[in-house]
């Protein structure tokens, strides 16, 4: 289903002391009595998850495209990031046709973005999904703030019923407010912390507005939960683990997340908070980047090769594609590509990934390579699981609590403090 390699040798990554390790690892993840333990709602997530309240979501998100054409989704982080990853990964690069479009907001603070966001979908039919799961982030607030009045103004007392609250189901601002306007809510639950919400209504909510399955996505997600919760030697999630907390030990501190597919950008940034927030705590923790190839090959691809050996490579391998386009032959070989004749562009990354691998190897990077058989909701389920459930196992191993965020606050509190936020004058 989805496999995991090294460059090296994994009998010697997984030791029997790293062994007994990670078999104390996974009794406390599972008995829930590690770090962070009110924190594990996301590991029986999908096998939780009824028919009654899939089809609640699936509905609502056909009510969402029944009355609008553009749902605006406001949000950040974990109350982002999940959405858009399935989103691109699974959108065609161009849509002449688009009938029905999901744009993000309050992401960021840019005037710009939202003034045009705001004028570009004037001549459409509106709704919004804001989502955020403590109600209180400044970002999607701000964003919020705009568009809400942008609805009001456009729909008068009609807009409460073109706006989808999701967050916490007994406290924030934004609770507050959807519960005044009478906005129809989407809960978060207490035991999911953002970056693990993809598959709440967090996530499935914009996903099923955007056309795609979610019950399928939930059950690749499933298969995740049952295959990968075995305690075994074969099992990815925790090769994966063993392997990141291996390669840090011997100073291998950054992690480079590379693939040859475009649409897998967003699936990088989802990945890149999963590890980032829960991981780099107390000094410690894989600095985790991302790269496209052979975009980067042209850029970074420099630095990888031959600059300080401090990084890692974990490709993100897609074994089939559905489109693709296959080299022809030409006449006159001008441009000297003919002897590519025959060779689909897909097979061309392929062996791209090889030659990269091979060529960065040589250069002292050590090499993962994560292969999933095709990108469709079933697979992409079961993937955002996979790095899930390896993102607590990796975090456990420094012995930190992978599901909290302390480090956060700092800037946020600065930016308070300088705007004279009440409570933070001083
Ligand atoms: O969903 P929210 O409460 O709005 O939080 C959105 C995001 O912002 C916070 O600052 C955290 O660092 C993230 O973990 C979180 O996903």
């Given at each position: 289903m989805l496999q995991v390699n090294y460059s090296g040798n994994l009998s010697d990554v997984l030791t029997e002391s790293k062994w007994q390790e990670l078999e104390s690892i996974h009794y406390n993840l599972y008995e829930k009595q590690g770090k962070g333990n009110?924190?594990?709602?996301?590991?029986?997530?999908?096998?939780?998850?009824?028919?009654?309240?899939?089809?609640?979501?699936?509905?609502?998100?056909?009510?969402?495209?029944?009355?609008?054409?553009?749902?605006?989704?406001?949000?950040?982080?974990?109350?982002?990031?999940?959405?858009?990853?399935?989103?691109?990964?699974?959108?065609?690069?161009?849509?002449?046709?688009?009938?029905?479009?999901?744009?993000?907001?309050?992401?960021?603070?840019?005037?710009?973005?939202?003034k045009q966001l705001m004028t570009y979908v004037e001549d459409r039919d509106v709704a919004l999904n804001v989502i955020s799961k403590s109600g209180t982030t400044t970002e999607p607030a701000l964003a919020f703030r705009f568009l809400q009045q942008y609805m009001e103004e456009r729909y008068g007392d009609e807009a409460s019923e073109r706006i989808y609250v999701t967050t916490d189901a007994n406290k924030g601002a934004l609770l507050d407010l959807a519960t005044q306007k009478g906005y129809q809510r989407f809960v978060v639950p207490d035991d999911v912390g953002g970056r693990y919400s993809v598959m709440t209504a967090v996530g499935l909510l914009p996903i099923a507005a955007a056309g795609f399955d979610i019950r399928l996505l939930l059950e690749g997600g499933q298969a995740a939960e049952v295959e990968l919760s075995e305690f075994s030697q074969e099992n990815p999630a925790l090769q994966y683990a063993a392997l990141r907390h291996h390669l840090y030990e011997q100073g291998y501190t950054n992690e480079v997340l590379a693939t040859f597919e475009p649409v897998l950008a967003y699936v990088q940034e989802w990945w890149k908070q999963l590890f980032g927030e829960s991981e780099g705590k107390e000094h410690k923790g894989i600095f985790p980047v991302s790269v496209t190839y052979t975009t980067d090959l042209h850029s970074l691809g420099q630095y990888i090769q031959d600059g300080k050996r401090h990084l890692f490579e974990t490709f993100m391998i897609v074994d089939e594609v559905d489109d693709d386009l296959q080299v022809f032959e030409k006449e006159n070989d001008a441009d000297q590509l003919n002897y590519l004749a025959g060779t689909s562009l897909h097979e061309f990354n392929l062996v791209a990934y090889q030659g990269t691998s091979q060529a960065h190897l040589s250069g002292g990077v050590p090499q993962v390579t994560i292969r999933i058989p095709e990108l469709d909701e079933y697979h992409l389920g079961y993937l955002l699981y996979f790095y899930m459930l390896s993102c607590a196992f990796s975090a456990y191993q420094l012995e930190i609590n992978p599901f909290d965020q302390p480090g956060v606050e700092a800037y946020k509190t600065n930016i308070f403090k300088l705007l004279k936020k009440p409570g933070f004058e001083s």
């Open positions: 009110d924190f594990l709602g996301w590991l029986d997530w999908p096998s939780r998850s009824t028919d009654d309240w899939i089809n609640h979501i699936q509905q609502t998100a056909e009510q969402i495209r029944q009355q609008a054409d553009v749902l605006i989704v406001i949000g950040i982080g974990g109350s982002y990031l999940g959405a858009k990853a399935v989103i691109e990964a699974l959108s065609p690069y161009f849509n002449k046709e688009q009938e029905f479009e999901v744009i993000f907001a309050g992401q960021h603070v840019s005037g710009a973005y939202l």
